[in-house]
């Protein structure tokens, strides 16, 4: 779970950078598009019922390590970008096993269900 709480973080962190750093439009737009995605992947792949969803931020960590030397961004803006495309990388990668069942998914309601009629 902390890992991807990180990950929530560093996309809160790259929808700040912009007006934080002072960057240009590029990194701005690329800032805007991945942050919201990142911080809410992350978020919401903190439960365990949801913790697949970490791989979504493998390809948008991959994009932030891979675009700012196709955008031509300044020093800052990359530096910002790749560190949070490997923050994302890494805690898909750390998302950690889920043990336990949630509550038994259809089996459990199909169960609930022949209990009763009998």
């Known amino acids: 779970m902390w890992a991807q709480l990180?990950?929530?973080?560093?996309?809160?962190?790259?929808?700040?950078?912009?007006?934080?750093?002072?960057?240009?439009?590029?990194?701005?737009?690329?800032?805007?598009?991945?942050?919201?995605?990142?911080?809410?992947?992350?978020?919401?792949?903190?439960?365990?019922?949801?913790?697949?969803?970490?791989?979504?931020?493998?390809?948008?960590?991959?994009?932030?390590?891979v675009a700012p030397w196709f955008l031509g961004l300044e020093t800052a803006a990359v530096v910002v970008a790749v560190t949070a495309g490997v923050v994302l990388v890494a805690a898909a990668f750390l998302g950690g096993r889920t043990t336990g069942a949630n509550g038994g998914g259809w089996r459990a309601v199909v169960a609930a269900g022949s209990a009763e009629r009998h």
């Open 6 to 65: 990180v990950a929530a973080a560093a996309g809160i962190w790259l929808i700040v950078a912009p007006a934080a750093l002072a960057s240009g439009s590029g990194a701005t737009t690329l800032d805007r598009i991945v942050g919201p995605l990142a911080a809410a992947t992350g978020l919401a792949a903190a439960w365990r019922a949801t913790r697949i969803l970490r791989w979504v931020n493998l390809p948008v960590g991959l994009t932030l390590v």
